[in-house]
């Protein structure tokens, strides 16, 4: 089955206690994206890739970092997580960026950092 | 950075009622997508439109792109309650790289 999986689903962490949320698609896709989403804002991109090793910032990238090692992987790390960066976090690939192309997203993950 | 403004940004309605949704912005983008998002899960393509002038059907579900591609609609008709959802525009940013999405509009369809 075609997915996007992300690993936690929920996680609640202190201030301070670096963590990584885990993305994984099978479809091949070459670009891959993370989204946060917070009441009465949408979805606000924090970082994208165009392929592997190719990675650049979206409107929100402070406080996070990501790598794209490999096509399937796109690991989301929050460094120092502070209490701002709760929210709920989507993944999401697509086969490229063009007009036509479907983004798939993950199921999120929601993290609350105390 | 290109902006996207949805409204209503909630909207309750009785079964049966028709209901349109909009997605406006300043700037001009090369398409945009229409997403729904239910309770925890992520959002899901409903479609995608290309062309100015552009009008696609989803069965009751009808999304029109403004000819000057700076905004689109979003009407159901005879809305049921499995319609309930938020529903989101999104638009590539014209670096051709970054998605924007619109705050979204929360749809309660009572029966």
């Known amino acids: 089955e075609a997915q996007v999986t992300q690993n936690p689903r929920y996680l609640i962490t202190v201030t301070g206690k670096k963590l990584t949320v885990t993305c994984s698609q099978n479809?091949?896709?070459?670009?891959m994206s993370w989204y946060r989403q917070d009441p009465g804002l949408g979805l606000r991109q924090i970082y994208y890739?165009?392929?592997?090793?190719?990675?650049d910032k979206g409107d929100v990238p402070e406080g996070y970092k990501v790598s794209r090692k490999e096509k399937r992987n796109f690991p989301l790390i929050l460094e120092s997580p502070s209490p701002n960066q709760t929210s709920l976090y989507f993944c999401?690939?697509?086969?490229?960026?063009?007009?036509?192309?479907?983004?798939?997203f993950g199921p999120g993950t929601r993290l609350t950092v105390l | 950075t290109q902006l996207l403004e949805q409204s209503p940004q909630f909207l309750s309605i009785q079964e049966g009622e028709n209901l349109t949704v909009y997605c406006n912005s300043s700037?001009?983008?090369?398409?945009l997508q229409w997403y729904r998002q239910e309770p925890g899960e992520g959002p899901v393509l409903l479609v995608t439109?290309?062309?100015?002038?552009e009008v696609k059907k989803l069965k009751r579900l009808t999304f029109q792109f403004g000819d000057a591609r700076k905004d689109s609609s979003l009407h159901i008709t005879a809305a049921q309650p499995g319609d309930t959802g938020l529903y989101l525009c999104?638009?590539?940013?014209?670096?051709?790289?970054?998605?924007?999405f619109g705050a979204g509009t929360r749809l309660f369809v009572k029966a």
């Open positions: 999401a690939s697509s086969f490229e960026l063009a007009d036509t192309d479907t983004q798939y």
């Open positions: 479809m091949n896709h070459e670009y």
């Open positions: 890739s165009m392929n592997v090793e190719v990675t």
């Open positions: 700037s001009v983008f090369s398409s």
């Open positions: 439109v290309v062309t100015g002038g």
């Open positions: 999104a638009g590539a940013d014209t670096g051709g790289f970054k998605t924007i």
